[in-house]
């Protein structure tokens, strides 16, 4: 589930980046379940300990998609769309 879907269902959510978090990307046992009580214990003590990502907004991500698929038309040359309406599928499919 992502960030923003448990936002508007009323949860409170904090993304850890988690090479910044050493209890983490210390342990040499990868595993969620494992991962998650020493997350949970960090995040009602302090949760900047967690070192918190803080995401783009939804047109901010948007916008950057666009600029993303733009940079691949120019990349691909002339090998891409012709005509505005080409370019909008092409945006629409990425």
């Known amino acids: 589930m992502g960030k923003r ?12 980046h988690a090479r910044n ?7 040499r046992r ?3 379940r494992i991962d998650a009580h020493p997350l949970a214990r960090l ?3 302090d ?5 918190p990502v803080k995401h783009r907004s939804a047109k901010a991500q948007a916008d ?9 038309l120019v990349r691909a040359g002339g090998h891409g769309p ?6 909008r599928g092409a945006v629409a499919r990425v």
Do not use: F, M
């Open 64 to 72: 950057l998609t666009l600029i993303r698929a733009r940079a691949g």
């Open 30 to 32: 990868k595993d969620d």
């Open 82 to 87: 012709r005509t505005g309406q080409e370019l």
């Open 47 to 51: 949760p900047q300990l967690l070192c």
């Open 43 to 45: 995040a009602r003590i």
């Open 5 to 16: 879907l448990l936002i508007s269902l009323g949860r409170e959510t904090i993304v850890a």
């Open 21 to 27: 978090v050493r209890l983490i990307g210390e342990s």
